[in-house]
């Protein structure tokens, strides 16, 4: 080495190579851009071993580079191969520093703009951070196996006690005493590590998996949450006792019943979403659980109800927190259930009490009351071709079960070729 100086470097030079000596060379783009290579040969073929642009790497460095390869070289050693193998290990002390819960933000970040809704992604932090991170958190992501896994899924848990002392949830483990989070717990365990083989942190089978795995570990946590419904046949007294109860809370459950909606859509109406003539309440898709727009034929006593609180409109929610810009909390209608004394049922349950009226009081086809609770078709050919809301079969439906909440008799619907009747 020794042909090429600074000054000559720093100039103006030809595209082409200009060597180095001892297989250094210097490329000249015809942009005038300048690169190192290292040129050699092994097994009677010659190789060409990228060292670096110029001037990021200079020409002292870019020598010294050489001599380091060319010692390689006398010593029967493939430098690609070497650097490759220097790379490789990189990569690895990289993966085994990478903790659980680093991995975990990554993934999240990610997702980032591809969330379905805010909660939604809350909720995937917070399940991680108050479940999966105490335990699994600090570990790297690569030595996490089936064992950490169950030790998160079956940590214990401290019963839940209300402030008059009734026992709300039992001790035991957290698979045991909230399956349906667990579930979720797990989903997202697995999802991180999935992430983690994609970016190279962990090679092999994902542990969290359930499928021929998990399963036979642990006995299948229900996916389905039921929610303890009353009767339909107690609605009407339940509505009746409702009624006599002060407050926006009392108010926002009863639409709640009346229209068989979910708690999240009915605390977050805004008086934007109604028609002029409160006869149509129009959901906008991102705040329905299936991200469709969904149209709810309001009945005369859901119709009602809206004028009382009218009377009260303080902001754009219709059924407004103390300080009428936002809505009033997920807990703001069970809190009623529980000062009427009925803590045997759930919100949600009112949901099933309707279905369960549709489909023992009147003879009204699946498909429209399935429309009526807002749920997704799951067969993909049905959903295409459904292209109707059944909107007036609906309004029908709605108000039968409206006269049905007020204790009207012969509150049923009935089909007539099609047609209600």
């Known amino acids: 080495m020794g042909k090429l100086t600074d000054t000559t470097i720093r100039g103006e030079l030809a595209s082409g190579k200009y060597g180095d000596g001892d297989g250094l060379w210097l490329l000249v783009g015809p942009t005038g851009a300048k690169s190192w290579v290292f040129r050699y040969k092994i097994d009677g073929r010659e190789r060409s071993m990228g060292l670096g642009p110029y001037p990021a790497l200079s020409l002292s460095k870019a020598r010294t580079e050489t001599k380091r390869h060319c010692e390689a070289r006398a010593a029967g050693k493939d430098p690609l191969r070497l650097r490759e193998e220097e790379r490789q290990r990189t990569r690895l002390e990289a993966a085994l520093s990478k903790t659980f819960d680093q991995t975990a933000r990554e993934l999240i970040a990610s997702r980032e703009g591809r969330w379905k809704n805010d909660k939604h992604r809350a909720q995937w932090s917070s399940t991680l951070a108050a479940y999966a991170y105490p335990i699994i958190g600090e570990l790297p992501v690569s030595l996490i196996d089936k064992e950490y896994v169950l030790d998160v899924l079956n940590q214990q848990m401290e019963p839940v006690v209300a402030a008059d002392g009734r026992k709300l949830r039992a001790a035991g483990t957290l698979w045991e005493t ?34 021929g795995n998990l399963d036979f570990a642990l006995h ?197 070729a099609g047609r209600a009747a």
């Open 220 to 416: 299948k946590a229900s996916s389905t949450k039921h929610h303890a419904a009353l009767p339909y046949e107690q609605i009407a007294p339940f509505v009746r006792a409702l009624r006599e109860r002060d407050g926006v809370a009392a108010l926002a459950l009863e639409f709640l019943i009346l229209t068989a909606a979910r708690t999240n859509e009915v605390l977050g109406a805004t008086w934007a979403e109604l028609d002029d003539a409160c006869s149509v309440w129009t959901i906008p898709g991102e705040r329905m659980k299936a991200g469709k727009e969904h149209r709810v034929p309001l009945s005369p006593a859901a119709r009602d109800l809206l004028v009382k609180t009218q009377k009260l409109k303080r902001g754009e929610y219709v059924f407004p927190a103390s300080d009428s810009k936002r809505p009033m909390s997920n807990m703001a209608l069970l809190a009623v259930l529980r000062r009427m004394e009925r803590t045997e049922i759930t919100v949600h349950g009112f949901r099933s009490a309707f279905r369960d009226w549709v489909a023992e009081q009147t003879s009204v086809p699946n498909e429209v009351a399935e429309m009526a609770l807002a749920h997704t078709i799951p067969n993909k050919v049905e959903a295409a071709y459904r292209r109707s809301d059944l909107f007036e079969k609906r309004r029908a439906l709605m108000d039968a079960w409206a006269d049905f909440a007020n204790g009207k008799e012969g509150a049923t619907v009935h089909y007539i």
């Open 178 to 211: 909230r399956p349906e989070t667990a579930m979720r717990v797990r989903q997202r365990i697995e999802a991180v590590l999935d992430w983690a083989r994609f970016k190279d942190y962990r090679q092999g089978e994902n542990p969290a998996r359930w499928r």
